[in-house]
Structure formats: C-alpha cells, structure tokens
C-alpha cells in the first residue's frame, strides 16, 4: 500500500513546516489528489491518522480534493476531460499520438493550518 508512504512524506514534510514555523500542533492538512495519481482516498486517510501518531500532526483533519484529468490534443488543441478508465484518444480528431496530459497526476499539500506556539502579546490595559 503505497498511501501510507504517501501518508508519511506528507507528515514529514508538515512536521519539518510546521517546526520551522514554530508551531505548537498542526490540525489540519488540505492536499490535491488528481484522479490518475493512482491514490485510494479512504487507505489515505486511514494511513495520515497512523502516520501523525506522536508528532505536532496527532489528531489533525485531513482534507483531500479531487482534480479531474484533462488532456490537450496538439494536432487540433481540443481539451477534455480524460475519465476512468482514462481516454487518451481526442475525441474531436480521434488522433492518440499528440495527446499532452494537463492534469490528473497531482499530489500537492495545498494548505496546512497550525496553532502557533508563540505567545501572545499582552494587551494594554
């Protein structure tokens, strides 16, 4: 299951973020998931949970979006929507040879949310 070697970088790379920051927790991580990066959302989530166990990221929300696969064909630059099981064939001109990918293969943290372990400053009275 390779999520939770997912699930672990993606803890790493916070933990190191979110330290460097000075953070005190992180509670909640937003990643971009295209839909031809071969990631099962559900063993991912499951994975993040064990992953955070004793770091800043314990009990943090993972929160995942989805982002459609879409191609471009170079012969006539017809864009689509590419699909599951994906269509690598434009469907204006049917060629398979000039077809570019544009999306679909993300796997990006897009925000992270941290308390911050500074102390305020106080007020004046």
Request: aromatic content about 4%; charged content about 25%; proline content about 6%.
């Given at each position: 299951?390779?999520?939770?070697?997912?699930?672990?970088?993606?803890?790493?790379?916070?933990?190191?973020?979110?330290?460097?920051?000075?953070?005190?927790?992180?509670s909640?991580?937003?990643?971009?998931?295209?839909?031809?990066?071969?990631?099962?959302?559900?063993?991912?989530?499951?994975?993040?949970?064990?992953?955070?166990t004793?770091?800043?990221?314990?009990?943090?929300?993972?929160?995942?979006?989805?982002?459609?696969?879409?191609?471009?064909?170079?012969?006539?630059?017809?864009?689509?929507?590419?699909?599951?099981?994906?269509?690598?064939?434009?469907?204006?001109?049917?060629?398979?040879?000039?077809v570019?990918?544009?999306?679909?293969?993300?796997?990006?943290?897009?925000?992270?949310?941290?308390?911050?372990?500074?102390?305020?400053?106080?007020?004046?009275?």
């Amino acid at each position: 299951m390779h999520e939770m070697s997912i699930a672990m970088a993606v803890v790493d790379q916070v933990a190191e973020a979110a330290q460097a920051g000075a953070a005190r927790s992180v509670s909640r991580v937003e990643l971009e998931i295209g839909e031809l990066a071969g990631v099962v959302p559900d063993a991912l989530a499951f994975s993040f949970q064990l992953a955070c166990t004793a770091t800043p990221l314990e009990g943090a929300e993972l929160v995942t979006r989805s982002v459609t696969a879409r191609a471009r064909c170079a012969s006539c630059t017809g864009e689509w929507a590419v699909g599951m099981p994906p269509e690598l064939r434009c469907p204006d001109c049917g060629k398979a040879d000039a077809v570019e990918l544009l999306t679909g293969r993300e796997l990006r943290i897009r925000r992270v949310v941290w308390e911050d372990a500074r102390e305020p400053i106080p007020e004046e009275a």
